[in-house]
């Protein structure tokens, strides 16, 4: 299995540029997420799904979208790039069981991305 | 949502030597305990957790505490060694019907040789 990919490692967008972040996943797991990574502020959820075609905004949606038409691929959309979406993206997954999230969620690499 | 609040931010110790991070939460409904770390450059991974009906979990030479009166919950490092060099996550659920997990902001930890 080759669990969470993510792509492209690394971006560099101006301001006002749009792009999507890809995610996919091979362990046919209900959850996936997406967090986004700043120095000191720890991992902030941006949107999650528990499933093909259900979405949710955690912590810090503005700016992006995000779709699952398939269990194994959820993308992160940045509708127009903006210098505070400068980042690193973590896309994550996790089975959904009798308790819920409460499982490992498995991360993937990260993008890095620079908004000029 | 849940506010995880985490100390220290940095943490330098002895190689051979104990490491502590403690995390507090504010919603009492919380019964979902992860810690993951960070190593350089690489992905979060999880490390153990701990749920609401037990106080304390141990994997070998890391353990977590939990005290749900104070809502705080501890991890513990003995005979730290230079891969434990790392950052350390800790995060909150605040139970079954709950799919956002708080993070706190992180604690970095430099093992000295």
């Known amino acids: 299995n080759a669990g969470v990919t993510q792509t492209p490692k690394f971006q560099v967008l101006k301001t006002g540029q749009s792009m999507t972040l890809q995610c996919a996943q091979d362990?046919?797991?209900?959850?996936m997420s997406w967090y986004r990574q700043d120095p000191g502020m720890g991992l902030r959820l941006i949107h999650y799904?528990?499933?093909?075609?259900?979405?949710d905004q955690g912590e810090v949606p503005n700016g992006y979208n995000v779709s699952r038409s398939t269990t194994e691929d959820f993308p992160l959309r940045l509708l127009s790039a903006a210098p505070s979406q400068t980042s690193v993206y973590f896309c994550?997954?996790?089975?959904?069981?009798?308790?819920?999230?409460?499982?490992?969620?498995?991360f993937g690499p990260g993008t890095r991305l620079l908004v000029l | 949502g849940e506010n995880v609040e985490q100390h220290p931010s940095t943490l330098s110790v002895q190689e051979g030597d104990s490491a502590v991070i403690k995390c507090t939460y504010s919603?009492?409904?919380?019964?979902?305990f992860p810690w993951y770390k960070q190593e350089l450059g690489k992905r979060p991974q999880l490390i153990i957790d701990?749920?609401?009906?037990?106080g304390e979990k141990k994997d070998q030479r890391i353990a977590v505490t939990l005290n749900k009166t104070a809502k705080h919950f501890s991890l513990h490092i003995t005979e730290t060694q230079p891969e434990d060099s790392a950052v350390y996550f800790c995060a909150a659920l605040k139970g079954s019907n709950d799919y956002k997990l708080s993070f706190g902001a992180g604690t970095t930890v430099t093992v000295r040789a």
């Open positions: 799904s528990v499933g093909a075609g259900i979405t």
């Open positions: 919603d009492s409904a919380s019964n979902y």
């Open positions: 994550a997954s996790s089975p959904l069981r009798v308790a819920g999230l409460q499982e490992t969620q498995y």
């Open positions: 701990i749920r609401s009906n037990v």
């Open positions: 362990m046919n797991h209900e959850y």
